[in-house]
């Protein structure tokens, strides 16, 4: 039986499990217990890396919020509150976080920017991320259940330095949308460009 969780810091108007209730509302059971994977990676990574671990483990259990809202759904909220109007050409997995990080606002009641910036970045990055950023990046592509070839190459480098798991997941995802043949959203180019095609160790360590 997994320990219970309580909430000290007051980041959220919700106890742990009326936020893990609200989260298994919005998905699949399925989709909800990856979010508890990603809540306990997150809560782990941050423990190693002198990170807020509740902060840590809100971000990672939000992450998924939106996820599985129809694509009008995303649309319409793009445009009623005046989002990047660029971002309708894009699907889903840029869409969930950015306009995740919205609906939190406005179903949820938090505005905590932390765990806001955490939901928006962690699909597409950014280049220039804090390790609370990082670390829900991060823990999304490596928790447990995950399976794809580089998987435990990007656990053993996320475990040596978060800035190294960044930079192999974000090229990594690169490889993947260009071996697909799927746009590229603007940011993921910059995420990449900041971390792994220039210099990333005078900026990122």
């Given at each position: ?38 809540e ?11 990170v ?21 759904t ?19 997995g ?7 990080a ?28 804090t ?15 995950r ?59």
């Open positions: 039986m997994s320990k219970v969780i309580e909430y000290q810091e007051h980041l959220v108007p919700y106890t742990h499990e009326a936020l893990m209730a609200k989260v298994a509302a919005q998905l699949t059971d399925k989709r909800y217990q990856h979010c508890l994977r990603v306990t990676t997150a809560r782990k990574l941050a423990k190693a890396n002198g807020d671990v509740e902060l840590a483990g809100i971000a990672g259990l939000l992450h998924d919020y939106a996820k599985q809202r129809p694509a009008e995303f649309i319409d909220l793009i445009k009623s509150h005046r989002m990047d109007p660029n971002l309708v050409s894009y699907g889903n840029v869409w969930h976080g950015y306009v995740g919205e609906l939190l606002k406005t179903e949820l009641n938090i505005y905590n920017e932390a765990i806001l910036n955490a939901v928006r970045l962690h699909t597409v990055g950014a280049p220039y991320m390790k609370l950023e990082q670390i829900v990046f991060m823990a999304d592509f490596i928790e447990p259940a399976d794809f070839p580089g998987v435990d190459d990007a656990r053993k480098l996320t475990k040596q330095s978060l800035a190294d798991g960044v930079r192999y997941q974000i090229q990594h995802t690169l490889d993947y949308l260009v071996q697909k043949g799927a746009p590229v959203y603007p940011q993921t180019l910059a995420t990449y460009n900041a971390w792994v095609g220039q210099v990333p160790a005078l900026y990122h360590k």
